[in-house]
């Protein structure tokens, strides 16, 4: 199972960034996928998720309207568009995959919205 961010960076604040996640060694059309962030310090936060089937979306009310999530089952992968960033959007953004009582996570990838 493996599960690889990428597209972090840094920007400035109002600006935008698309991450990329992708999924192997699992059926991935199967499994509710989501975006975490962790900053130092602090616990690891939902972001955003995407369901299984149907692919309706929840965000996290700090990024309502800002953030877009999808996922493209042909391609085993997810994205988190990110728009209208913010000094705090900083963290480590964290991909997972869920279903039932299995969860698999990403390594990682790096946002720093900084001037």
């Known amino acids: 199972v493996q599960l690889v961010e990428s597209g972090g960076g840094l920007v400035q604040p109002g600006g935008s960034l698309r991450l990329s996640c992708a999924a192997s060694g699992f059926t991935f059309s199967r499994y509710h996928m989501s975006w975490y962030r962790q900053v130092p310090g602090k616990e690891r936060e939902l972001v955003a998720q995407?369901?299984?089937?149907?692919?309706?979306?929840n965000y996290a009310d700090s990024v309502k309207g800002r953030f877009t999530m999808s996922r493209d089952n042909a391609k085993n992968m997810v994205f988190l568009q990110m728009n209208s960033l913010k000094p705090e959007d900083t963290a480590v953004y964290y991909c997972?995959?869920?279903?039932?009582?299995?969860?698999?996570w990403g390594q990682g990838t790096q946002v720093t919205v900084s001037s």
């Open positions: 997972n995959a869920r279903r039932l009582s299995l969860g698999y």
């Open positions: 995407i369901m299984s089937v149907g692919g309706s979306t």
